[in-house]
Antibody, heavy 119, light 108 residues
Framework: EVQLVQSGAGVKKPGESLKISCQTS????????IGWVRQTPGKGLEWMGI????????RYSPSFQGQVTISADESISTGYLQWGSLKASDTAKYYC????????????WGQGTLVAVSS | EIVMTQSPATLSVSPGERATLSCRAS??????LAWYQQKPGQAPRLLIY???ARATGIPARFSGSGSGTEFTLTISSLQSEDFAVYYC??????????FGQGTKVEIK
């Protein structure tokens, strides 16, 4: 059974850094890309970016380029999403997602990580 | 930027009836279109990919059609567990992958 298990919810202050994780199991890590999707009540579902674990090549949506860093550690089959300096507008639920390398549909979703940024 | 527009925003349907949801792309996405279902408090799940292929374990009452810019998700006979929000997503070219804003299917 394929599972994507994300790290827990967090409350952070503006300007703080954060790295959330996505531990995968049940499939060969390098055969799927790993990505992140943001969900907010106002904007719905938004693609942030993806990483190809085999070569760590990343692709970012223009809205998130330079705002976050997406990475993967093949040795522990885990993906990451990190911020260097959080803003209140980063408050959202973040889903780790994965799909077959040569396609763009999401086969698997993590349970979501709620990030709240407030002073 | 490809914009995905779903209609209607809310669809009120009685159990057992057919539901037809629409998704329009601002430019052609070929058949690179997926549909997802999201229930309250849960992550979305894949229903349809390639515009018309059902994902593993998805009941036959869910069907997808269309290509280019016009797509349809049909639920042939709504069951109680089908009341949820449905999203379309195009994946024709990165970084232009995009979701629609969703259609809520509610009990009439």
């Amino acid at each position: 059974e394929v599972q994507l298990v994300q790290s827990g919810a967090g409350v952070k202050k503006p300007g703080e850094s954060l790295k959330i994780s996505c531990q995968t199991s049940g499939y060969t890590f390098t055969t799927f890309w790993i990505g992140w999707v943001r969900q907010t009540p106002g904007k719905g579902l938004e693609w942030m970016g993806i990483v190809y674990p085999g070569d760590s090549h990343t692709r970012y949506s223009p809205s998130f380029q330079g705002q976050v860093t997406i990475s993967a550690d093949e040795s522990i089959s885990t993906g990451y999403l990190q911020w260097g300096s959080l803003k209140a507008s980063d408050t959202a639920k973040y889903y780790c997602v994965s799909g077959p390398i040569l396609t763009g549909y999401i086969d698997y979703w993590g349970q979501g990580t709620l990030v709240a940024v407030s002073s | 930027e490809i914009v995905m527009t779903q209609s209607p925003a809310t669809l009120s349907v009685s159990p057992g009836e057919r539901a037809t949801l629409s998704c329009r792309a601002s430019q052609s996405v070929s058949s690179n279109l997926a549909w997802y279902q999201q229930k309250p408090g849960q992550a979305p799940r894949l229903l349809i990919y390639g515009a018309s292929a059902r994902a593993t374990g998805i009941p036959a009452r869910f069907s997808g059609s269309g290509s280019g810019t016009e797509f349809t998700l049909t639920i042939s006979s709504l069951q109680s567990e089908d009341f949820a929000v449905y999203y379309c997503q195009q994946y024709n070219s990165w970084p232009l992958w995009a979701f629609g804003q969703g259609t809520k299917v509610e009990i009439k």
